[in-house]
């Protein structure tokens, strides 16, 4: 038999890829890796918290580098993994057959770093004799396997240890499995045919020979109302941002901050709209195009940062120590007691959004100027 179904390029039910593109069979093919050692991840949303998980991979693969990774999400957060070497496979929550693959592959490792009842349960009736993280038991009640996880648990459970809580996102993350972190990057990987409709949206609107290209994200997500800063702010911010010659503003955001977004590209003409219903993954692409980023803490905070961004980012009721900055992300936030509530709504006024001022995110912005600036190897231009 010269076929090696035990290879993890093998998908099973068609050609592999060095098969179909290369013409070879398995016996003189150097891709050939046989699986021996598998891990489950299972994290299935949001967008942003899949994103940012990604940077557990290097030091995953580099405690099992001979390991097959498989994802477990769902399908609106699959296309992160695009172009992404690290993951071997991905199962999506929404197909028909992921509890024939959960019920009959058998995992060495299964990681599941969330607490919700749904991710605790797939971890749970997933094979495997080491799992770390969260599972379900039979009275359908979450349990922490480990320490890190415990206390993960309980910031989820009690605000004020969420508010008091100093470590970021990434090194809770590595804790709970076990891993030992080490700065590992979050993975977004653009693919060639992005890259091309980057090109051809920079040559479009003429960004060619500006040295700063500022990105305005200017939306957040409609459970977090109070992580967007106020329109009238990111109008003066423009106001200001566009006295610096040789500099673009691009607005970014979705359907929800389409209305605003064409307001404030009517209020200044010169602004670019990169629009607001672009696919996940042309959203990466344009969001590769500018210098600086300015959001609030939501899906664009992790791109950017993963697209290696300078980034400033303002802070109200979710907590910004949990962001790892990479040495890249300036926190903006103010000094209020009620910060880090984690709370939908206020009705404080002025509220932490408010206390934000035109000042500190523009001094933060040309700061990230003066950085660029002085780096020998900065290209400014797109």
């Known amino acids: 038999m010269i076929l090696k179904t035990d290879c993890k390029h093998f998908p099973g039910d068609r ?6 593109e290369l013409g070879i069979d398995c016996n003189e093919c150097s891709f050939y890796s046989p699986v021996r050692f598998k891990i489950l991840i299972v994290k299935l949303d949001a967008i942003g918290d899949v994103l940012r998980t990604t940077s557990i991979l290097h030091a995953l693969k580099k405690k099992y580098p001979d390991s097959q990774i498989t994802w477990l999400t769902k399908k609106k957060s699959s296309e992160i993994f695009h172009n992404n070497t690290f993951v071997d496979r991905i199962f999506e929550f929404e197909s028909p057959d992921l509890n024939a693959h959960l019920l009959t592959e058998e995992f060495d490792v299964v990681i599941n770093p969330d607490s919700s009842p749904v991710t605790a349960s797939l971890a749970s009736i997933s094979k495997s004799k080491v799992k770390k993280g969260f599972v379900l038991d039979k009275l359908g009640c979450i349990q922490a396997l480990n320490k890190s996880a415990e206390e993960w648990l309980e910031m989820g459970a009690f605000d004020k240890l969420k508010k008091a809580n100093i470590k970021s996102y990434q090194q809770i993350i590595h804790d709970i499995c076990e891993l030992d972190f080490s700065g590992g990057e979050i993975i977004l990987n ?19 020979n500006f040295d700063f290209i500022i990105g305005l994200n200017t939306g957040a997500s409609k459970r977090w109302q109070l992580k967007q800063w106020h329109l009238e702010s990111y109008l003066k911010l423009i106001e200001r941002l ?3 010659s040789k500099t673009a503003v691009l607005l970014f955001g ?3 901050e389409k209305s605003q977004n064409e307001y404030i590209k009517s209020v200044f003409p010169s602004v670019i709209d990169t629009g607001s219903n672009n696919s996940l993954r042309d959203f990466f692409s344009l969001m590769d195009i500018p210098n600086i980023v300015v959001t609030g803490d939501t899906l664009a905070l992790h791109a950017a940062t993963a697209l290696k961004k300078q980034v400033v980012c303002m802070f109200g009721p979710t907590s910004s120590a949990e962001i790892y900055d990479y040495g890249r992300i300036t926190k903006i936030y103010p000094e209020i007691d009620c ?3 984690y709370k939908n709504e206020c009705d404080f006024n002025p509220n932490c959004m408010d206390l934000i001022t035109i000042e500190m995110v523009y001094r933060a912005v040309v700061d990230k100027m003066d950085i660029l600036k002085k780096k020998p190897d900065s290209n400014l231009s797109p």
Do not use: A, M, Y
């Not at 050609?15 to 179909?20: A, G, R």
């Not at 980057?198 to 960004?207: A, M, S, T, V, Y």
């Open 242 to 244: 566009l006295t610096h």
């Open 339 to 341: 910060l880090v509530c």
């Open 15 to 20: 050609p592999c890829k060095p098969s179909k």
């Open 254 to 256: 979705g359907e929800d």
């Open 190 to 208: 653009l693919n060639e045919k992005e890259l091309e409709f980057k090109q051809r949206f920079i040559e479009n609107n003429d960004l060619i």
